[in-house]
Nanobody
Framework: QVQLVESGGGLVQAGGSLRLSCVAS????????MGWFRQAPGKEREFVAG????????VYADNVKGRFTISRDNAMNTVYLQMNSLKPEDTAVYYC??????????????WGKGTQITVSS
């Protein structure tokens, strides 16, 4: 069982930056793929960024590439999402996710409760 707790959400002006953190419980954090997803009102949850534990490879959605950076600290059981050059269309609830094999909405084993990001224009 893995529990995920996000923090760092809030209100920011367009062009600003925020950093999200997600602390995971459990002793095998370093064997989970970790990711961030988001869901805007009236829209489906979508993949934002992910880091695969076996290879360290990071993957980003096209609409955040070059602006967002995912990283993890295995010693602290924490994954981060640094978000720069934020846009109003980045407004959503952001969810931390953990899974040993995949990072797709349908297959993720563990979700955090989410944290709201609002970007004002």
């Amino acid at each position: 069982q893995v529990q995920l707790v996000e923090s760092g959400g809030g209100l920011v002006q367009a062009g600003g930056s925020l950093r999200l953190s997600c602390v995971a419980s459990g002793r095998t954090f370093n064997r989970y793929n970790m990711g961030w997803f988001r869901q805007a009102p009236g829209k489906e949850r979508e993949f934002v960024a992910g880091m695969w534990w076996r290879t360290g490879i990071t993957v980003y959605a096209d609409n955040v590439k070059g602006r967002f950076t995912i990283s993890r600290d295995n010693a602290m059981n924490t994954v981060y999402l640094q978000m720069n050059s934020l846009k109003p269309e980045d407004t959503a609830v952001y969810y931390c996710a953990a899974d040993p094999t995949e990072l797709t909405v349908a297959r993720v084993d563990y979700w955090g409760k989410g944290t709201q990001i609002t970007v004002s224009s």
